[in-house]
């Protein structure tokens, strides 16, 4: 869009002012982090700098948060793999080859309203299956949840990213005698590298925010880092150092993903919303 | 969508008979490749739904680590219409949703139309305004606990600087439904801007062009061109960001847990305090099937409503 000139050097006032507001908050907090408890109730700018919040955090023995960090790590990955291979496999079956349309339609309709309910109305009958199956406190059902929960975006990413791809790399493999399992495998999944990676981001990092679902279905053993600070922030109402120090960790992906992955996240978020 | 032509030539059900069970498996393909995504969506989304129709007319009970369920007709029912604070966890939520959405519509749309003309440090700023999106609502949450702490918090150091009494942020009736917002203000704004980004981004440079040839001013070419060409963004990003608003929970279980009292009490924090804090599966049941019918009402009544103005104009 082409507005006058005088409107970048505005622009650029308004966009520094946000980043300020939105960064802000991770500042207090990671300053909170590395101050002793009496230098942040106190609020002061001048203090000893301190890593003894993340020592405590990682290392006293109340803390469970290093096994809260290995579990996040283990569903996150998993249930991204998951997804991955089932995502991109449905997606595939559904957006290129001929299925009856009544058929597709309710089931792009189904994936959408489950997609749009509130996460709350399933935790419970969730929370009953999982302790029927024995997968309560268990990795496995943190991971089937996770897996559901992403299911939906990740299918419509790889849909339009082959909605983009034009059909005739796999015409011509199909020409050359490769099988529908070789030109998926060596056609299309190497060609929608770039959506795949963005599924794979994204669900990684859904999958180590979630909450409600980890919540419900985890007492201790499978707790995850965002069940942890909630226990943490509940038990210990005034341990500030070691809550900072925590929620500055849990935002370190997002940071290291934005870093190096912003084009694909961008489009990922984009491409799951206004589908 | 492709058009069905170009489907047809991977359709391959009419092919040549298979010679072995290799070729055999390989033209039923599309079913086991669909297969997986068919059975996750049985299980775990149309299986928990069934269960929550029986849930609702039960009660669900737990002795000694076995589930026992016990038909209970419509006592579920008569507690729901005894129930007073579902109905003020509805009000609370419907009101959130039309203030934080409302805010970050404006905000984000600002934001899209300022960035829009920006055209150095774009990547960059786009990253930070990013963060929140991506980062644990927990985490976020703890954040502005701090950042709202009574003692110490930047907002009471703030006011103590204009010598002004410190207040209870998260503590008292009036102050902590507001504080809320400001939290999903603040983590949701972005996702807004960046999708209104995309959209302007992606609009047509001819119309602005030849407005601009026409004389028209940034106002009109802004009111009259850019705005309605980006309805359907804005009524996509709308009706999504309205639906996740409604699902809020992470914020609110850590600044309030729905208090004090029931001024913070949004419907996700009630069933899931109806469901694990009460252990009344059943009666959370009916009212997670209330919540659903809500929601699918909500859409309908919003798709209709779009698409007649779009058919009216």
Aim: no cysteine.
């Amino acid at each position: 869009m082409i507005l006058s000139r005088r409107w970048s050097r505005v622009g650029y006032v308004v966009l520094a002012l946000a980043a300020f507001i939105t960064l802000a908050p991770f500042v207090f907090t990671f300053i909170n982090s590395i101050k002793f408890y009496k230098d942040i109730t106190s609020g002061t700018l001048v203090f000893q700098p301190t890593l003894v919040n993340y020592d405590r955090l990682f290392f006293s023995r109340q803390s469970a948060f290093i096994v809260n960090t290995t579990n996040s790590l283990v569903i996150a990955v998993v249930s991204t793999v998951l997804v991955l291979v089932i995502a991109t496999l449905g997606g595939y079956s559904l957006e290129r080859f001929r299925w009856p349309r009544r058929f597709t339609g309710i089931l792009a309709g189904w994936i959408l309203l489950f997609h749009m309910i509130p996460g709350v109305t399933l935790v419970g009958p969730f929370y009953l299956l999982m302790r029927s199956l024995g997968l309560y406190d268990r990795l496995l059902g943190v991971i089937l949840s996770h897996l559901v929960l992403n299911l939906p975006i990740s299918l419509w990413i790889v849909q339009s990213f082959l909605a983009d791809l034009p059909v005739e790399l796999e015409e011509a493999a199909h020409i050359d005698g490769a099988s529908n399992l070789g030109t998926f495998l060596r056609v299309v999944v190497p060609l929608i590298a770039p959506g795949l990676a963005a599924v794979a981001i994204l669900t990684f990092v859904f999958s180590w925010n979630e909450f409600l679902f980890a919540l419900n279905l985890t007492s201790t053993k499978a707790a995850t880092i965002p069940v942890g600070i909630a226990k943490f922030a509940q038990q210990y109402e005034v341990r500030y150092g070691e809550m900072s120090a925590a929620a500055f960790f849990a935002t370190l992906p997002a940071v290291v993903f934005l870093t190096f992955a912003q084009r694909q996240i961008v489009k990922g978020l984009t491409l799951g919303a206004l589908k | 969508m492709n058009a069905p032509s170009v489907k047809a030539a991977f359709s391959r059900r009419a092919g040549p008979r298979p010679q072995s069970l290799r070729e055999w498996l390989d033209q039923r393909f599309h079913y086991w490749a669909l297969a997986p995504t068919l059975v996750v969506l049985l299980a775990l989304t149309i299986y928990p739904l069934v269960q929550l129709l029986i849930m609702s007319v039960s009660t669900v009970s737990f002795a000694e680590g076995r589930v026992i369920w016990r038909p209970s007709g419509l006592d579920n029912f008569h507690t729901f219409l005894a129930d007073t604070i579902f109905p003020t966890a509805i009000r609370n939520t419907v009101l959130f949703v039309i203030v934080v959405v409302t805010a970050e519509m404006l905000l984000g749309l600002i934001l899209a139309l300022i960035a829009s003309q920006v055209k150095r440090l774009t990547g960059l700023l786009r990253a930070v305004l990013m963060i929140p999106i991506l980062v644990p609502a927990i985490a976020i949450g703890t954040v502005w606990r701090l950042l709202y702490n009574f003692e110490f918090g930047v907002f009471n150091q703030f006011l103590k600087a204009f010598s002004l009494p410190p207040q209870n942020w998260n503590g008292s009736a009036l102050l902590a439904l507001p504080s809320i917002m400001v939290v999903d203000i603040w983590h949701w704004t972005a996702f807004i801007f960046l999708l209104m980004l995309a959209g302007i981004e992606s609009l047509p440079i001819e119309p602005m062009e030849a407005a601009r040839v026409d004389g028209a001013s940034d106002w009109q070419l802004l009111r009259h061109v850019v705005l309605p060409l980006l309805q359907p963004t804005i009524l996509v990003t709308l009706m999504f960001r309205t639906i996740f608003a409604f699902k809020v929970f992470d914020e609110v279980f850590l600044l309030t847990g729905g208090g004090p009292g029931n001024a913070t009490e949004v419907i996700s924090l009630y069933i899931n305090r109806v469901f694990f804090g009460q252990s009344r599966m059943g009666y959370g049941a009916l009212l997670s099937i209330i919540t659903i019918l809500l929601t699918a009402v909500f859409v309908i009544l919003y798709n209709r409503t779009v698409r007649r103005r779009s058919s009216a104009a």
